[in-house]
């Protein structure tokens, strides 16, 4: 079993900028790709940003491209995700997320999820 804990969320103006950590426990993460999602209220979870096993390779929606960054520690049992130049409409509850291997934007590829953290981008 893996366990995934998010981290970092807050209360930020336009502009401003956050970063996520997900703190990952149990078996080894060594082998799992790991995502960010997130959902606003009365909204479908969105895929954000993934990192591959490896961390190789980076994948970003086009919305939060150039201004967002995935990363993981050597180890592999940290995630962050740093947010730059946030906006309004970056507020939501942001998850992460584990997969075996290789990157994806479903949410439902993913086997584990972290509770959530809440990020709200005021104007």
């Known amino acids: 079993q893996v366990q995934l804990v998010e981290s970092g969320g807050g209360l930020v103006q336009a502009g401003g900028s956050l970063r996520l950590s997900c703190a990952a426990s149990?078996?080894?993460?060594?082998?799992?790709?790991m995502g960010w999602f997130r959902q606003g209220p009365g909204e479908e979870r969105d895929f954000v940003s993934c990192?591959?096993?490896?961390?190789?390779?980076?994948y970003y929606a086009d919305s939060v491209k150039g201004r967002f960054t995935i990363s993981r520690d050597n180890a592999r049992t940290t995630m962050y995700l740093q947010m730059n130049s946030l906006k309004p409409e970056d507020t939501a509850v942001y998850f992460c997320?584990?997969?075996?291997?290789?990157?994806?934007?479903?949410?439902?590829?993913?086997?584990?999820w972290g509770q959530g953290t809440q990020v709200t981008v005021s104007s």
């Open positions: 990192i591959t096993w490896s961390g190789g390779s980076t």
């Open positions: 997320a584990a997969k075996l291997y290789y990157c994806g934007t479903s949410p439902l590829s993913y086997d584990y």
């Open positions: 149990g078996r080894t993460l060594s082998t799992y790709a």
